[in-house]
């Protein structure tokens, strides 16, 4: 069995070796159709398919709502974190996590690092140690240690001696105890340092630890032994009800798979892709069944000799699937090279901004992936030729003309199929670039040409009130404003695509104070923010000097939040409360000064929110984004020195990171969709070449067969017009029928990418109408050319040579 196995390849390596046209051709089309789904299995597998380094990764849990549409406000009060812990028994350990910029200062100018402040048994909720030193615990509650990130290890000389150093955090000194794996990114891959939450100056006394309304924490934990995923909900439910009705206070309830909630936003589009570059693969290797077919038909006195000899059906099969295989498997070692290619590639387009990129790679999965899909396209473009012939008695396959109608009809279902793929295809590549160009065509709300944005991290030690922040944060922007390069400036809580978002829950004057309230975009900023901005005032007026801790306390909304709140009404002079009580114990109410135009700030796709703009000097906070916008003409960036120098004159202890100019911050909020536009469009062109390839190769080999009956026709009176239109209808019914079967697998799998496009709907008429359009003038061009070769025949030469 070896024996005959061996001389297979050698017959079949002689044999390909003899027509490297075909070969070539059919190799290099392998090698793209098993390269680029090589490459998107990879990031299915990094992102999807690979399980979390942690141990026992599908015990890891999250709290959060139990409706999708809720997944941005899953954040818990400290208050509320603490009466959790105390009371579920089905997640231990439970821990807390904040991500927050802090000021390191002590060596040269102050920098702003990336932390994450825990509460509770963080590091053993996850199951992991520190690849150097050790982690701190639970109990070390308010006790000043920090753990280094390994990319932060690397920033401060990448040597043991960190241990035991000393690193200044908000004007807090910090120990030193440990240094992670590079593998640990938690709650983000930018997390630089972890530190116990209560070590930080004025925590105990911050709005984070006593109030129920400030959510700024991720919850997450273990499951305890002998719990289940559903057991842990019901738990939480239960848990959660009572907590709420014994506090007044709203909890969600929902838990979720730590995994689920990494993939979340992904796991749509990284499968429709995968589905899609299927989808070219397949293409690919319609074709090469296509050259398949025509190199039978051509060794068809070959494989007659061969039976007529005596060989077996079984093993004219086995010879024609081994040179198939052949075949496949020098498509693969190609497609393997060009999926590193690729790989990279994608990384490139917008691929590192999917969770876990880093982990993107060719290993040995997906070596194995790429080999089963090598030897699964091998049998299958090399299976239908290698059937037919071996069904065939001598005297047919030696007849001539005896199999051309056999032929045909297999050469007619594949151009079917390939223009179906196609069709497919394409259309889903239209729905990407339609949304992503309405996407960028949509209104932030804002103009941001001109304008300078950074985040400010003040030290603690300094500014641990939320007046004293306050205090600041006004003081830099009246410095700025004076400057003769600065048009406008302002400090707010929130920036469009800036990652910090806070929302409240609110309740209208005159309305029932209903729980749980309705929440809105609680955005904290200065006099000259919303100027900064340019976003545009409806009625009313905007934030002003005028607006400070004695003065009543007022508040501009969005748009939005006006016609939700007051329908049919005009906002300006209405009151809203957020909650708390003056001193006479009555609501403490809040009334609207102005109404302004919507602003996205969680990102186009996420759509406008009801928004409240509260003056800084009434409404305190520690956080702030800084905008400045530039005079006349000048670069944005030449604003950046100034703010430094205003910033050195007034604290050298304040940081300034995160410098970008706001028109670069927006453009971020487009990458996602950017990247799935750009490698769909990409895979749309490659469908649509390999089609017209297909049906070309197909008309070619059809005209080339038909070569004698066309000189018939042309002889016995027939014009080249007429043979023109008889074989290109030929060609177009084909296609016809590819198209209508092509809308039926578009319309089935629609679903499959409604939430992944922006203003419209999956099923377009106009997407569908001119993909079909495209596709047919396409088939037309393919087919025409052969068409005009076939119409071109001299009669006589070819009723001579026949």
Request: aromatic share 6%; with cysteine; hydrophobic share 50%.
């Amino acid at each position: 069995m070896l024996s005959d196995v061996t001389m297979d390849v050698r017959y079949a390596l002689r044999t390909l070796r003899k027509s490297p046209a075909f070969t070539l051709a059919a190799v290099l089309v392998l090698a793209l159709g098993i390269g680029v789904t090589t490459a998107l299995f990879s990031m299915v597998d990094a992102v999807l398919l690979r399980p979390l380094p942690f141990p026992e990764p599908e015990r890891l849990v999250v709290l959060s709502a139990e409706q999708p549409q809720q997944q941005g406000r899953s954040r818990y009060s400290l208050p509320n974190y603490e009466d959790l812990a105390s009371q579920l028994t089905q997640i231990h350990p439970l821990s807390a996590v904040s991500a927050d910029l802090l000021n390191r200062t002590g060596s040269g100018d102050a920098e702003m690092v990336r932390g994450a402040m825990v509460v509770g048994d963080f590091f053993g909720a996850f199951g992991v140690t520190a690849a150097l030193g050790r982690t701190f615990t639970g109990e070390e509650r308010d006790a000043p240690r920090v753990v280094l990130s390994h990319a932060r290890w690397l920033k401060e000389g990448g040597t043991p001696q960190v241990l035991g150093s000393t690193m200044t955090l908000s004007g807090q000194p910090y120990t030193v105890v440990g240094v992670m794996p590079p593998s640990f990114q938690i709650p983000n891959p930018s997390t630089e340092v972890w530190l116990p939450f209560d070590s930080l100056p004025g925590a105990a006394t911050s709005r984070d630890r006593t109030e129920r309304g400030h959510r700024a924490f991720g919850v997450m934990g273990r499951l305890a032994p002998g719990a289940t995923l559903e057991s842990a909900r019901h738990e939480m439910k239960v848990v959660g009800a009572r907590l709420g009705e014994e506090k007044d206070t709203e909890l969600l309830v929902g838990v979720m798979r730590f995994q689920d909630l990494v993939t979340r936003d992904v796991s749509r589009l990284l499968w429709v892709m995968l589905g899609a570059v299927s989808l070219v693969l397949l293409l690919a290797a319609a074709n090469v069944a296509h050259l398949q077919l025509a190199r039978a038909a051509a060794r068809q006195r070959e494989l007659g000799i061969r039976v007529a000899l005596g060989a077996g059906r079984g093993r004219l099969v086995r010879q024609l699937l081994t040179e198939s295989l052949l075949l496949a498997l020098m498509g693969g070692v190609g497609g393997v090279l060009l999926a590193l290619w690729t790989t990279d590639l994608v990384l490139m387009v917008g691929g590192g901004r999917l969770p876990r990129a880093s982990d993107m790679g060719i290993n040995g999965r997906v070596l194995a992936f790429a080999l089963g899909v090598t030897l699964t396209t091998g049998v299958g473009v090399g299976l239908l030729p290698a059937l037919r012939k071996s069904r065939m008695s001598p005297a047919s396959v030696l007849g001539r003309g005896a199999t051309e109608s056999a032929r045909s009809r297999a050469h007619s279902m594949l151009v079917v199929a390939e223009v179906a793929l196609a069709l497919m295809l394409v259309c889903g590549a239209g729905l990407m670039l339609k949304s992503f160009w309405r996407l960028y065509q949509a209104d932030p709300g804002l103009d941001p040409k001109g304008v300078l944005v950074a985040r400010l991290a003040l030290p603690a030690i300094r500014y641990g009130s939320a007046e004293q922040a306050s205090a600041f944060h006004l003081a830099l922007t009246s410095r700025l404003a004076a400057r003769p390069e600065v048009a406008a400036v302002g400090v707010g809580v929130s920036l469009p695509a800036g990652g910090s978002i806070g929302r409240a829950g609110y309740w209208a004057e005159g309305t029932e104070d209903v729980s749980p309230r309705p929440h809105a975009l609680f955005n904290v900023a200065t006099p000259g923010f919303l100027e900064a901005l340019r976003v545009p005032l409806l009625a009313g007026r905007r934030l002003a000097e005028s607006d400070g801790a004695d003065a009543p306390r007022v508040m501009v909304v969005s748009e939005r939040f006006a016609r939700e709140v007051f329908p049919g009404l005009d906002a300006v002079g209405r009151r809203v409360s957020f909650g708390g009580s003056d001193a006479a114990g009555n609501p403490l109410w809040t009334t609207v000064v102005g109404v302004v135009r919507d602003v996205a700030y969680a990102g186009i796709t996420a759509g406008h929110e009801p928004t409240v703009y509260v003056p800084m000097g009434q409404e305190g906070t520690t956080d702030g984004q800084l905008a400045v916008r530039a005079v006349g003409d000048l670069a944005p960036q030449a604003l950046e020195a100034v703010v430094r120098e205003e910033l050195r004159a007034l604290d050298s202890m304040v940081a300034l990171a995160q410098v970008a100019t706001l028109e670069e911050r927006l453009s971020t909020d487009l990458g996602l969709p950017r990247f799935r536009a750009v490698l769909l469009g990409a895979f749309g062109v490659l469908a649509l070449v390999l089609a017209a390839v297909g049906i070309y190769g197909v008309m070619s080999y059809s005209v080339a067969q038909r070569e004698q009956e066309m000189g018939v026709r042309l002889a016995l009176g027939a014009r080249s017009a007429d043979v023109l239109r008889l074989v290109v209808g030929q060609s177009l019914r084909r296609v016809g029928w590819g198209l209508a079967l092509g809308l039926v697998g578009t319309l089935s799998a629609h679903r499959a990418v409604e939430g992944l496009l922006y203003g419209m709907e999956a099923l377009d008429v106009g997407v569908m109408a001119s993909v079909c359009l495209l596709l047919l003038v396409t088939a037309w061009l393919a087919s025409w050319l052969p068409a005009r070769r076939a119409a071109g025949v001299d009669p006589a030469s070819v009723l001579r040579g026949g």
